[in-house]
Each structure stands twice: as structure tokens, then as C-alpha cells.
């Protein structure tokens, strides 16, 4: 199962939006409504941002959101902000059952 | 409060095993599954496995199979990872999280596991 490719890099300014893409197969982002989005801040575990596309989890700004078009998911993140520097996963359930992870992007804000 | 606390950091030599645990506490450990996830130095985050917390019922990453057995003991709510014949490119952080559906809501401290000859 090959990782799901994201940009390495995405940067903004303070209070801009920003998207990062996340692009797999018809095997995994495709097929199922299942891709969630992480957070990892330096030397940290990561922390689930989203699920199920465009579910936030409890006590998550709602500044982040998803979307899914075909075999690429999105999160956007808007008025962003100097804490949301950090890198970005994708991850998504397989036709295999298992799941996968995204290469990872580091937003930086400038 | 929900934890998920792990064990030390490890320094193993190619071909040996290494066993890592994650001990939860602050919900009722059966009524969640564990997700296990690694990560190399300075790279992206690769997942592991699935064990249910359950009946212990599992999933691997292909590129382990064979290798690694995830397992639980559910009289101390405790998770654990056996990784067999390690290899150089098996060092990284192995972190094991909650998980519930699609929700991965917490996530152990982390554990390095090093691997030099």
C-alpha cells in the first residue's frame, strides 16, 4: 500500500486560508468516506483533527475543515493562525482493510 | 482522564525482538480498539496495526506481516507490540492510540526503539 501523496510544503499569513491536498487511489480516498486529518506539532503525538471527511472531533477549532472530490481529500485551514504551524497528515481506510497515512505537510506560517 | 501510557525507549541490535506495551487507564479498555503507529527519524507516520480491545481480533500492514504481533491483556488494560527480526529501518517512534471507528481521540507518549549493531 503506497502512502497517500500530499505537498510537502504549504505556506500562509496570518489570517489567510490555506489547503493542503491529499491524493490517493480508488482503493482507499476513493472508495470510502473515511479519511482523517492529523496534526504534529514538533516532538508530539499526533492529534486527530478530522474524521469522516469533515467530522471535527470535540474541542477542535473550527477553523480546520474537509472535503473529498473523487480520489483527493482537502483540509483547509482558515485565519490561520502562528499555532497552526505544524505538519499535516492524511490518513485513510483501505480496500484492504487497513489504513494509510499521507507523506506529510509542513504549513508554515509566514 | 483517558491515558494511554507507554513503555521506555529500546536499544536493540539487528535480529532481535523488541516488545513495546501501552498501559490505558480512565475508560473501559474493551470497549475500544488500539492503533499502532511509527515513525522514523525526521519522517512521515506509517501505520502498524489494529488489535480490537474486544476479542483481541486484529490487522496488519502488509509490510509487517510476519513480524509483528499486536496482543492485549485485558485484566490490566494493557496493549502491547512484538516486533520480530529488527532491522535498521525499524527504528523509529512507535506510538499506540485509541481508536473507536474513525476516532483516534488519544495517543500514548510515544517510544523510541533503536536499532544498532
Same mark, same amino acid.
Given at each position: 500500500q503506497s502512502a497517500l501523496t500530499q505537498p510537502a510544503s504549504v505556506s500562509g499569513s496570518p489570517g489567510q486560508s490555506i489547503?493542503? !491536498?491529499c491524493t490517493g487511489t480508488s482503493s482507499d480516498i476513493?472508495?470510502?468516506?473515511y479519511? !482523517?486529518?492529523?496534526?504534529?506539532h514538533p516532538g508530539k503525538a499526533p492529534k486527530l483533527i478530522l474524521y469522516e471527511v469533515s467530522n471535527r472531533p470535540s474541542g477542535v477549532s473550527n477553523r480546520f475543515s474537509g472535503s473529498k472530490s473523487g480520489n483527493t481529500a482537502s483540509l483547509t485551514i482558515s485565519g490561520l493562525q502562528a499555532e497552526d504551524e505544524a505538519d499535516y497528515y492524511c490518513s485513510s481506510y483501505t480496500s484492504s482493510i487497513t489504513r494509510v497515512f499521507g507523506t506529510g505537510t509542513k504549513v508554515t506560517v509566514i | 482522564? +483517558?491515558?494511554? +501510557?507507554?513503555s521506555g525507549a529500546e536499544l536493540k541490535k539487528p535480529g532481535a525482538s523488541v516488545k513495546v506495551s501501552c498501559k490505558a487507564s480512565g475508560y473501559t479498555f474493551t470497549n475500544y480498539g488500539i492503533y499502532w503507529v511509527r515513525q522514523a527519524p525526521g519522517q512521515g507516520l506509517e501505520w502498524v496495526g489494529w488489535i480490537s480491545g474486544y476479542n483481541g481480533h486484529t490487522n496488519y500492514a502488509q509490510k509487517l506481516q510476519g513480524r509483528v504481533t499486536l496482543?492485549?491483556?485485558?485484566s490490566t488494560s494493557t496493549a502491547y507490540m512484538d516486533l520480530r527480526s529488527l532491522r535498521s529501518d525499524d527504528t523509529a517512534v512507535y506510538y499506540c492510540a485509541r481508536v473507536l471507528g474513525?476516532?483516534?481521540d488519544f495517543w500514548g507518549q510515544g517510544t523510541l526503539v533503536a536499532i544498532s549493531s
Amino acid at each position: 500500500q503506497s502512502a497517500l501523496t500530499q505537498p510537502a510544503s504549504v505556506s500562509g499569513s496570518p489570517g489567510q486560508s490555506i489547503t493542503v !491536498s491529499c491524493t490517493g487511489t480508488s482503493s482507499d480516498i476513493g472508495g470510502y468516506n473515511y479519511v !482523517s486529518w492529523f496534526q504534529q506539532h514538533p516532538g508530539k503525538a499526533p492529534k486527530l483533527i478530522l474524521y469522516e471527511v469533515s467530522n471535527r472531533p470535540s474541542g477542535v477549532s473550527n477553523r480546520f475543515s474537509g472535503s473529498k472530490s473523487g480520489n483527493t481529500a482537502s483540509l483547509t485551514i482558515s485565519g490561520l493562525q502562528a499555532e497552526d504551524e505544524a505538519d499535516y497528515y492524511c490518513s485513510s481506510y483501505t480496500s484492504s482493510i487497513t489504513r494509510v497515512f499521507g507523506t506529510g505537510t509542513k504549513v508554515t506560517v509566514i | 482522564q +483517558v491515558q494511554l +501510557v507507554q513503555s521506555g525507549a529500546e536499544l536493540k541490535k539487528p535480529g532481535a525482538s523488541v516488545k513495546v506495551s501501552c498501559k490505558a487507564s480512565g475508560y473501559t479498555f474493551t470497549n475500544y480498539g488500539i492503533y499502532w503507529v511509527r515513525q522514523a527519524p525526521g519522517q512521515g507516520l506509517e501505520w502498524v496495526g489494529w488489535i480490537s480491545g474486544y476479542n483481541g481480533h486484529t490487522n496488519y500492514a502488509q509490510k509487517l506481516q510476519g513480524r509483528v504481533t499486536l496482543t492485549t491483556d485485558t485484566s490490566t488494560s494493557t496493549a502491547y507490540m512484538d516486533l520480530r527480526s529488527l532491522r535498521s529501518d525499524d527504528t523509529a517512534v512507535y506510538y499506540c492510540a485509541r481508536v473507536l471507528g474513525e476516532l483516534l481521540d488519544f495517543w500514548g507518549q510515544g517510544t523510541l526503539v533503536a536499532i544498532s549493531s
